[in-house]
C-alpha cells in the first residue's frame, strides 16, 4: 500500500510558495478508501487559497486543490461502497452528505480547513468519494466537484429551471461553461456576457443563443432587456459578486433567480438592496453541493452524454504556471492537472 505520496504544499502565501513535497499519507481507517490520484482540476479558489485572499488566517502549511480524480487502490475492513479499480472523484466538502448545508460544513472543505488533493494520492473516508460518470477520462472526472456541483446546485436544484426559461451567465470560465451545458440541456434560451469575441464565439458553437461583451458594453444589462423585449432573465449565474451584482438586479425579471456564487469583480462595495424588495427577486447563496446533488448531477451527465469543455492540461510540476495562467483569464472552462508524468 502507497504511504507517501507527492503533493503540492506552500508554507506562505505567494505561487512562488508553492513547492512539491513528499508527503506521508494516514493510516487506512476501517471506512477509508485509498485514491491513487490521476487528475486534478483548478478553481479559482484554489489561486485565492494560494495568495491568501481566500482565508488570510488559514493555518499553514497547506495542500491545496479540492477536485480529483483517479482510482481506488486500497478500502478499509467495512467499506462498503467502493471497491479497489473503482473510478472515483472527489466530493468537495467531504462531510456534507445530503440535506441543508450545515454550520460546521465549511470544516470538510478540501484544500481549505483540510489538506486537498494536488497531490499524488489521498486517503479519503468512503462517503467522501463519487464515482466517476461512465464513459469519462481522468481529466474530464476531475473537472467535476467544484464548479460543475455549483453549477447544478444553483440552476437545476435551487432554481428548478426548465425549458422556454432564460439563463445569463457571466464569463467563460469554469462555472460559467458548465452551467451552460446544463442550462442547454434543459432546454433554456441562454444569454453569455465575455471579455473576448473569440470566446463568445466558442459559447455560440456550445449553444449559447446571444452573447455580449461586456468590456464593449459594460452596462450589459441593458442589451440584456433589449434581448429579452425588457421583461429580464429568469436565472442569472453570478459570479462576478459586488461588481456584477447591481447590473443583474436590473437584468432580472422580477421573481426571477440570482444565484450568487462568486467575486470575481469584488466583494467590498455596498450593495443597494432596494431591486430585491421591489422586484421579489430570489437570492441564493450557493456553496457546492453535497454528494446527492453530485449523484444527481453524475446521473444528468450520462443520461446527457455531456462532456466538460478542458482549456489545457498543465503536469504537476508545473502547477505555479496552471494557476498562472487561470490569473490570467485567458482560459475558456477548466483548467486540468496531470497527477502522473
Ligand atoms: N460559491 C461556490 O460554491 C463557488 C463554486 C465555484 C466557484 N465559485 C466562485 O465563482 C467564481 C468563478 O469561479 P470559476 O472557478 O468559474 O472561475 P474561473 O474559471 O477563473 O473564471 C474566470 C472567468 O470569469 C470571467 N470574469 C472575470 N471577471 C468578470 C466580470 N467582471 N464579469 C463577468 N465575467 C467575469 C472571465 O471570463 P471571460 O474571460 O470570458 O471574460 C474569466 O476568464 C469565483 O469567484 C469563484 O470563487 C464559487
Known sequence: M??????????????DNL???????????????LV????????????????????????????????????????????????????VTSLFFQDWLDGPIQPTTGKSALGGSIDGVFSTAHVFPETGLIRA????????AATLPCSAVTAWNALVEKGRLHAGQTVLLQGTGGVSIFALQIAK?????????????????RARQMGADETINYRAFPEWDRQVMQLTGNRGVDHIVEVGGAGTLPHSFKAITPGGHVYVIGVLAGKD?????????????HT???????????????AAIETNNLHPAIDRTFPLSQAREALAHMQSGSHFGKVVLSLRG
Open 284 to 298: 441564493d447563496g450557493v456553496y457546492v453541493g453535497s454528494r446527492s446533488i453530485y449523484s444527481r448531477l453524475v
Open 269 to 281: 462595495t455596498a450593495i443597494d438592496p432596494t431591486p430585491i424588495l421591489a422586484k421579489a427577486i
Open 133 to 140: 460518470p461512465k464513459g469519462y477520462t481522468h481529466a474530464e
Open 36 to 87: 491513487e490520484l490521476h487528475a486534478a482540476s483548478l478553481n479559482y479558489r484554489d489561486l485565492m487559497t494560494v495568495l491568501g485572499t481566500y482565508n488570510p488566517r488559514m493555518v499553514l502549511p497547506r495542500i491545496p486543490g479540492s477536485d480529483a480524480s483517479g482510482v481506488v487502490t486500497a478500502i478499509g475492513s467495512q467499506v462498503t461502497l467502493f471497491q479497489v479499480g473503482d473510478h
Open 19 to 33: 513547492k512539491l513535497e513528499t508527503v506521508p499519507l494516514p493510516e487506512l481507517g476501517p471506512r477509508d478508501v
Open 185 to 201: 440541456a434543459h432546454g433554456a434560451r441562454v444569454i453569455i456576457t465575455s471579455s473576448s469575441d473569440e470566446k463568445l464565439s
Open 2 to 15: 502507497t504511504t507517501i505520496a507527492t503533493a503540492l504544499r506552500f508554507n506562505a502565501f505567494g505561487l
